[in-house]
């Protein structure tokens, strides 16, 4: 089992930055992906930002050039630095983890969340 655990959420004003940082705890084998996603209110989960095992980062066009995501592989921990912030990330932002294994295939797990909050 994996367990994520999320922080560094919460109110900043319009061009401030947030880290936000999710710690996984349990097993690491089979790790592919971590990655962020969020819901803004009366809207889909989109996401975010993902880096797989090798360090390959992906970001959704609305974050190109503010966000960045990285992991610290001793600590099974990932960070999403967010600069540049504008009230439309606000949102509830969920860590992802994708571990695929022989036995089970593809599994995600999720963080409960934390909140972001940017003001104009």
């Known amino acids: 089992q994996v367990q994520l655990v999320e922080s560094g959420g919460g109110l900043v004003q319009a061009g401030g930055s947030l880290r936000l940082s999710c710690a996984a705890s349990?097993?690491?084998?089979?790790?592919?992906?971590m990655g962020w996603y969020r819901r803004a209110p009366g809207k889909q989960r989109e996401s975010v930002a993902a880096?797989?095992?090798?360090?390959?980062?992906n970001y959704a066009d609305s974050v190109k050039g503010r966000f960045t995501i990285s992991k610290d592989n001793a600590k099974n921990t990932v960070y999403l630095q967010m600069n540049s912030l504008k009230p439309e990330d606000t949102a509830v932002y969920y860590c992802?983890?994708?571990?695929?294994?022989?036995?089970?295939?593809?599994?995600?797990?999720w963080g409960q969340g934390t909140q972001v909050t940017v003001s104009s």
């Open positions: 880096i797989t095992s090798g360090g390959s980062t």
């Open positions: 349990g097993s690491s084998f089979g790790i592919n992906v």
């Open positions: 992802n983890l994708v571990r695929v294994l022989p036995t089970t295939g593809r599994v995600d797990y």
